[in-house]
T-cell receptor
Framework: SAVISQKPSRDICQRGTSLTIQCQVD?????MFWYRQQPGQSLTLIAT?????????ESGFVIDKFPISRPNLTFSTLTVSNMSPEDSSIYLC?????????????FGPGTRLTVL | TQLLEQSPQFLSIQEGENLTVYCNSS?????LQWYRQEPGEGPVLLVT?????EVKKLKRLTFQFGDARKDSSLHITAAQPGDTGLYLC???????????FGAGTTVTVRA
C-alpha cells in the first residue's frame, strides 16, 4: 500500500491570499488526484495531476484557481489561489498504484483549510 | 455522470445495535466501492463489489451488491464505537480510475 503525507495538515488563511498544499507518496504511482471535501460533505474530484504535463480538471474547476504541479511520480502540489471563505474545505490527494492493476486508491490525511 | 444516492445521511445508534446503509443508482454500474473515513483522515477502502448478487463479509460488516447492479448495501452487526465514521460508496471509472462518491452516511455509535 502507498503511504501518503500532506503538508500542511491545516491552515487558516486570509481572503485573497494563496496556499500551496504538498502531497508526497512513499512509492512511484501512475495516477495522482486532488479532491475537495467541503464541511459535512462528500468528496468531489478537482483534477488529475499528470506527470510532466498539465493537470486535467473536472467540470467547475479551472487551472487559474487551482494550479497543480506534478514534477515526478511521487510528488504533487495543489495551490488554492485568491482564496475566499467558500474555499474553506478539506483538500485530499489520492493515488492509484504504479502497476495500474491495483483496484485500491489510497488517500492522504487531508489538509484542512479555513479562509477568513 | 452516473449519480449515487446514499441513505440515510445520518445514523446514530447505541453500541450493540445493527445498522444498514444504502447506495443506489438509476444506472447499472460495473463495480462499486465502499470507503470509511474517520475524522482527520482520508477515506480507506473497505471493499469492492463486482458481481450482481455478490455478498462480501469483513468481520461484522456485510456488503451486498444488488442482482441488477444498481444498488448496494452495507450492514454492520453489533456496532461498536470504533465503527463511528463517514461511510461512502463510490464508483470507479475503469478507463481513468476516477472516483465518484455518494453523499456519505455519518454513523455515530454511542457507548
Amino acid at each position: 500500500s502507498a503511504v501518503i503525507s500532506q503538508k500542511p495538515s491545516r491552515d487558516i488563511c486570509q481572503r485573497g491570499t494563496s496556499l500551496t498544499i504538498q502531497c508526497q507518496v512513499d512509492s512511484q504511482v501512475t495516477m495522482m488526484f486532488w479532491y475537495r471535501q467541503q464541511p459535512g460533505q462528500s468528496l468531489t474530484l478537482i483534477a488529475t495531476a499528470n506527470q510532466g504535463s498539465e493537470a486535467t480538471y473536472e467540470s467547475g474547476f479551472v487551472i487559474d484557481k487551482f494550479p497543480i504541479s506534478r514534477p515526478n511520480l511521487t510528488f504533487s502540489t495543489l495551490t488554492v489561489s485568491n482564496m475566499s471563505p467558500e474555499d474553506s474545505s478539506i483538500y485530499l490527494c489520492s493515488t492509484q498504484g504504479y502497476s495500474g492493476t491495483s483496484n485500491e486508491q489510497f488517500f492522504g490525511p487531508g489538509t484542512r483549510l479555513t479562509v477568513l | 455522470t452516473q449519480l449515487l444516492e446514499q441513505s440515510p445521511q445520518f445514523l446514530s445508534i447505541q453500541e450493540g445495535e445493527n445498522l444498514t446503509v444504502y447506495c443506489n443508482s438509476s444506472s447499472v454500474f460495473s463495480s462499486l466501492q465502499w470507503y470509511r473515513q474517520e475524522p482527520g483522515e482520508g477515506p480507506v477502502l473497505l471493499v469492492t463489489v463486482v458481481t450482481g448478487g455478490e455478498v462480501k463479509k469483513l468481520k461484522r460488516l456485510t456488503f451486498q451488491f444488488g442482482d441488477a447492479r444498481k444498488d448496494s448495501s452495507l450492514h454492520i452487526t453489533a456496532a461498536q464505537p470504533g465503527d463511528t465514521g463517514l461511510y461512502l460508496c463510490a464508483l470507479k471509472r475503469e478507463s481513468d480510475y476516477k472516483l465518484s462518491f455518494g453523499a456519505g452516511t455519518t454513523v455515530t455509535v454511542r457507548a
